[in-house]
């Protein structure tokens, strides 16, 4: 008796050799003057569990604070932020450098390699990066917003920290050229950078809070910039035009915490009272900047209303029957759950793949149409 059994489970954290999941390792190893045999970045990652779109999901890099780390920052806003893959590097001495951190770690090369990285998966959708940061690591968010030019970031989040003078001076923004040095002028950011335009940015910061003064001036080492001239200046970097919005902003919902919106939403800053942290307020301001619908699922009956899949027709292995009247090309990849790949191939006709008894995932990609099952030949 042939037998067919399809266990319809569309769940990334089954490990496929073009998949992003949470076993993925994602460290990256670098050196330099402080650590010259090599120090490594740990990446925790957190992939959702739910089928992904057809076009990925989107990805957020999650950047902790001074005396932090990437797993429990992670953890902090997996809830927060869904249909997004998670990943969350540790900095070195739990910081990042900006200036006068315990840190002089490459920090820059080491999220263009992780951005290089993350989007050669098949389920990251690479036009969808974000940024997330917090303190110490809002600076470093502010520092990629500036200086990398990467296309598909679309989207930067900074929380409890605005610009700095060394970033932000002469109404220019600026990166260092070299290494970043306290005696140095404006700290060694010397050379001028004119932002990719096209960016989505949040700033939130809180008048009462007792490390970074929300008005400017110097703090842990470094000078800041008033938020509200900095969020200003990052609307003008996106093509605002008009006056700076001073005054009080619009209050969300009676909840003291005040919007100032530029260009329709793209360049947006929060004020509130949540000191060195954030409120439910501005917690939910975060999700509702990063929604993304994870409704527009890859999972598309036209797929299976032209693939039907067989499994032991007559031999061991599965048949693919197509019926393709317009000659579709599919990518059809057949893998054991240990990801080890036993067939992968373009099809646009019926096709049979010879596989012994076990079970294995078969994953079909096309115009439109991203199918996964976990299938038992027996």
Known sequence: MKHLLLLFIFCPILLFSQDLTNATNLDITKSWEQE??????????????????????????????????????????KDNIPCHILVAPDGYENSWNICGEDSDAPDMEMIEELITAVETYDNVNSSMIRIIGFSNGAALTNRIFVENNHQGIDKFCAIVSQFTDMQLHNQSFYGPSSVTEAGLPFCGYDTEFIPETGRHYLNICNTNDPIIPYDGGPAVGAIFVPAKVSIYEVAKSQGYT???????????????????????????????????????????????????????????????????????PGLSGVRLIVKNENTTEYTTILTELNGKTIYEGIISETTFIPAIPGQYILKVLGENIRLQETIIIL
């Open 242 to 312: 008009g006056s700076i919005i001073s005054g009080d902003g619009a209050e969300i919902n009676s909840s003291g915490v005040f919007e100032y919106n530029y260009l329709s939403g793209q360049v947006v800053h929060l004020r509130g009272d949540a000191q060195h942290g954030l409120n439910q307020t501005q917690t939910q301001f975060v999700s509702d900047f990063m929604e993304f619908d994870c409704s527009s699922s890859g999972l598309i009956t036209e797929a299976y209303e032209n693939i039907k899949i067989e499994t032991n």
């Open 36 to 77: 010259p045999q090599g120090w490594t970045y740990s990446v925790s990652v957190h992939v959702p569990e739910v089928s992904a779109p057809v076009d990925g999901f989107p990805i957020c890099i999650l950047l902790h604070g001074n005396g932090g780390n990437g797993s429990a920052f992670l953890s902090n806003f």
